[in-house]
Every structure is written in structure tokens, then in C-alpha cells.
């Protein structure tokens, strides 16, 4: 092994919804590990938005205006990276969205929408992409998965039911793409502390942690919410030729949570 297998010179990363959070912490890193970065977001404020993060940050990026929903414009969105940079070695699949609402309580119609944005895209977006990356002869996917790809919660059906799906689409993108010399893992993430999860830490009228804050720090080992930060290494470990024998698993970067059956009662 060389420490060069973990470089990203010379690749071409394309990591969709990626102005801000998440997206953002995980196209810097491969941006510091020497890929050429491209993003897209659901219109052109938050495009505006991502682009003013990344000239703060001093890195250089093409940013898109793309409904990763929409196929036509994922279509013509990757033809266009793919005429602009020539490949896309990397994709991440970052887009997604969360509503928090009782099941009983839930229209057909936002549990349909929860599922086309975070396990129908990144269906649409990997088919887009995958047929560039055989042509290559390489390609590495990685699809943000969740806490919610194994455990259930009040409110949050719809999400658990695309985030386990998607879980089970890395597996079979690995499955029917591997001999291609395409990976396809997912990470998933535990508690993290983005724009997405603020609601769940915000202070109460007298000034307290939010329950849920107490909750989530309780169940984490690391006894801390992770930031978006503790997700770069990773991310940068599968995007990098030192992962080329990974493939279809999920790297759960939680604290622990996953690991942890909770603090005993004293
Ligand atoms: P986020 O608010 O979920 O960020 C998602 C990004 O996707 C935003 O820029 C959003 O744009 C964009 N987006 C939403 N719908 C889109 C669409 N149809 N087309 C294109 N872009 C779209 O914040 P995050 O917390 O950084 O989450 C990133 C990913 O990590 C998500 O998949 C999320 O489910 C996952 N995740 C988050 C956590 C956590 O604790 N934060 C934990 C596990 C997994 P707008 O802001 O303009 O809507
Ligand atoms: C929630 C949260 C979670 C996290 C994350 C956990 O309401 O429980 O939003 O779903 O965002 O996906 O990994």
C-alpha cells in the first residue's frame, strides 16, 4: 500500500445537493484530496449559495442547477459534466430530504415525495452516471444512507423506508456493477449537526436542551453530536483507490451508536 492510494488527483467528483452540510464537508475533503469538484442543487439561490461557500473556502467548483427527481435534467446534467470535465469517477449521492410527521398523520403524497428524493434520485442519478464510469473502467459510488437504514423512530417512516432502501441499492449497484471495477458503498451518518437535524437541538422557551439533544447525546458513545466534518475521512477512504476491494457496505460513522444498547438505569 502507498499513502497515494488515498489521493484523488486527477478524479472528477460529482456530489449532488452539496451547497452546504453534509455535501459540503464531503466535496472539501475530496477537493484537499485533489479531485475536481462539481455539485448541484434544486435551484439557483442555493447553487448561489454553495458557490459563495466554496470561494470562501478557496476551492475552485462547478456548481449546477439540477432536481436530482428529475431525469431529463440529471440527463443533461451529467452529458454536461461528463463534456465539461470528461469523466465522473465519484459520485456521491448527498441530496435528501426528512419530514418528521406521524405516520398516521402522513399524506400518500409526502411519503411519496420523501421517497423520490432520497432513494428514487439516487436510482435516477447512478443510472445516469454508472454507464460513463463502465466506459472508464472505474467508478466509485457513494450513497448517504442513515441511522434510519437500520433502526425506525416516531415520525420519520417515510425516511426509514427510503434510507433502508437505499442501504439495499448501494448492495445491489455493487452486486451488478462490481465487475465493471465499480464500487458502491454508502456511510451512514449517526446524529450530525447540519441545518436538516437544527430542530432537534433547539433550546427550550426556559433554556434547556431539547430532550431529543439530551437523548441523542445519551445514546452516543462519543456522547457528542458528530459534525459534518467526522465524515471526510470516510468519505474520502471510499472515493480513493485504497477501498477498490469494498463494495456494497455501509460505513456507519455514528459514535457508536449502532454498537451501544444504552446507559444503564442507575
Ligand atoms: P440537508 O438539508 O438534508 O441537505 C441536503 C441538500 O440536498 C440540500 O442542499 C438540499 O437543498 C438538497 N436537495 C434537497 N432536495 C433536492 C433535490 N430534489 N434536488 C437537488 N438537491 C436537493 O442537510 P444534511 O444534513 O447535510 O444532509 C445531507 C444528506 O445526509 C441527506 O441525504 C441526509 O438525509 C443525510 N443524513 C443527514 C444526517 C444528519 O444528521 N444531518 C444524518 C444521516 C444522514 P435545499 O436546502 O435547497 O433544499
Ligand atoms: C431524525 C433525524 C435523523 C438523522 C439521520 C440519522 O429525525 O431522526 O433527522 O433521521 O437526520 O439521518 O442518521
Redo the contacts with the bound molecule.
Keep these: 500500500m502507498e499513502m497515494k492510494d488515498f489521493s484523488l488527483e486527477g478524479k472528477v467528483a460529482w456530489v449532488?445537493?452539496?451547497?452546504?452540510?453534509?455535501?459540503?464537508a464531503i466535496a472539501s475533503a475530496f477537493a484537499t484530496a485533489g479531485a475536481k469538484i462539481v455539485f448541484?442543487?434544486?435551484?439557483q439561490?442555493?447553487v448561489d449559495r454553495?458557490l459563495a461557500n466554496y470561494k470562501e473556502a478557496g476551492i475552485p467548483v462547478k456548481g449546477y442547477v439540477?432536481?436530482?427527481?428529475?431525469e431529463e435534467a440529471v440527463n443533461a446534467t451529467t452529458e454536461e459534466i461528463v463534456k465539461e470535465f470528461g469523466s465522473i469517477d465519484i459520485l456521491v449521492?448527498?441530496?435528501?430530504?426528512?419530514k418528521r410527521i406521524p405516520m398516521l398523520e402522513m399524506k400518500a403524497s409526502e411519503f411519496r415525495q420523501v421517497i423520490d428524493?432520497?432513494l428514487n434520485?439516487p436510482f435516477i442519478v447512478s443510472k445516469a452516471v454508472i454507464p460513463y464510469m463502465i466506459k472508464k473502467g472505474h467508478g466509485k459510488i457513494i450513497n448517504?444512507?442513515?441511522?434510519?437504514s437500520e433502526l425506525g423512530r416516531e415520525t420519520v417512516s417515510a425516511?426509514a423506508a427510503a434510507?433502508g432502501g437505499l442501504k439495499m441499492l448501494t448492495r445491489n449497484i455493487a452486486s451488478e456493477y462490481g465487475e465493471y471495477n465499480i464500487q458502491c458503498n454508502g456511510i451512514?451518518?449517526?446524529?450530525?449537526?447540519?441545518?436538516?437535524?437544527a430542530p432537534l437541538r433547539e433550546k427550550q422557551p426556559d433554556g434547556s436542551r431539547h430532550p431529543f439533544d439530551q437523548f441523542i447525546v445519551s445514546k452516543t458513545p462519543a456522547a457528542r453530536w458528530?459534525n459534518?466534518e467526522d465524515l471526510q475521512g470516510p468519505a474520502v477512504f471510499l472515493a480513493s483507490d485504497a477501498s477498490n476491494f469494498v463494495n456494497g457496505h455501509i460505513l456507519y460513522v455514528d459514535g457508536g451508536i449502532l454498537a451501544y444498547i444504552g446507559k444503564q438505569p442507575q
Excluded: E, L
Aim: aromatic share 8%; with cysteine.
Design positions: 449532488t445537493g452539496a451547497s452546504y452540510g453534509i455535501g459540503f448541484n442543487d434544486i435551484n439561490a442555493a454553495g439540477c432536481d436530482v427527481t428529475n449521492n448527498n441530496a435528501g430530504i426528512i428524493v432520497d434520485a448517504i444512507c442513515s441511522m434510519m425516511y434510507k451512514g451518518p449517526g446524529y450530525i449537526a447540519t441545518p436538516q437535524t458528530g459534518a
